[in-house]
């Protein structure tokens, strides 16, 4: 079997055509927030380029059993029960729950490919069960998506999107067909960094970006980390992601 895969740095850059799966990354910080709320027990995330909309749709739902995450620009949105860092998805906060999350980046994405048959969202944490899940569906064109900031490229979306890439060529008997540069690059770019990921994710300008707000060490010691969690984030309905 023929696996085609093409990467593209954010989501203006998606083309108009058909894919069977699709993986939405955003390193700093959302889908790795995604994961490690799954993880610790979240029901599900319904995922939100409108803050109003998110706000109506969240009303609708038993204050007991949701919470509202929103993030622009880095920081919490006033009003809102979380932000967007992985570390304040604990199990005591999201248990049961369902999350109605907005981020600066990485919820447009998921939105924009919200249509594709599968859709996974991935973060270096999940990268090597995400990539075994691809290899299981036996789908032909499979899009990986980085969240970008603010429609520019991202250092460190591209660079997960390398190591997913990597894994499936090396560790799965599938042949691969690298279908963009972009991808070609991002393999180039996990090759160089994949020893020293916490650095590759300071040195991305989100990085500084995170890292002139405030202390946020301790969040890119989670996003760094690799093949730690097995939850795979998949929709089940549009904009509703669960574990599986």
């Known amino acids: 079997m023929i696996i ?3 990467y593209y740095h954010v989501a203006n850059d998606v083309p108009e055509k058909h894919f069977d799966i699709a993986v939405v990354i955003d ?26 909309l998110l706000r109506d749709n969240a009303k609708r739902w038993d204050a007991d059993k949701r919470l509202m995450l929103a993030e622009r620009g880095g920081k919490k949105i ?9 570390l304040s998805v604990t199990t005591e906060k999201v248990q049961g729950k369902r999350l109605f999350m ?9 939105k924009k490919v919200q249509n594709v048959k599968y859709l996974f969202a991935m973060a270096l944490p999940n990268r090597k069960v ?5 290899m299981s569906l036996n789908q032909k064109n499979v899009i990986i998506l980085g969240s970008g900031w603010e429609g520019s490229y991202s250092l460190e979306d591209s660079l997960a999107a ?3 890439a990597l894994y499936m060529q090396e560790n799965l008997n599938y042949e691969i067909n690298i279908s ?4 070609y690059a991002s393999i180039a770019l996990w090759s160089h960094w994949k020893n020293d990921i916490l650095g590759c994710l300071k040195t991305a300008t989100h990085g500084k970006r995170l890292t002139s707000l405030g202390d946020y060490e301790d969040d890119f010691k989670c ?15 549009r904009g509703v992601i669960r574990a599986s």
């Open 4 to 6: 085609n895969l093409y």
């Open 27 to 52: 390193v700093l910080r959302a889908t790795t927030t995604i994961s490690w709320a799954l993880k610790n027990g979240a029901d599900s995330i319904q995922v939100f380029s409108d803050l109003d």
């Open 130 to 134: 995400v990539a075994e899940r691809i």
């Open 78 to 86: 006033n009003g809102f029960d979380l932000g967007n860092s992985p």
């Open 162 to 164: 390398g190591a997913l």
């Open 102 to 110: 907005s981020t600066t980046n990485g919820t447009r994405s998921l």
């Open 180 to 183: 963009n540069d972009e991808l």
């Open 223 to 237: 996003c760094a980390e690799l093949d730690c969690l097995d939850i795979v984030p998949t929709q089940v309905e």
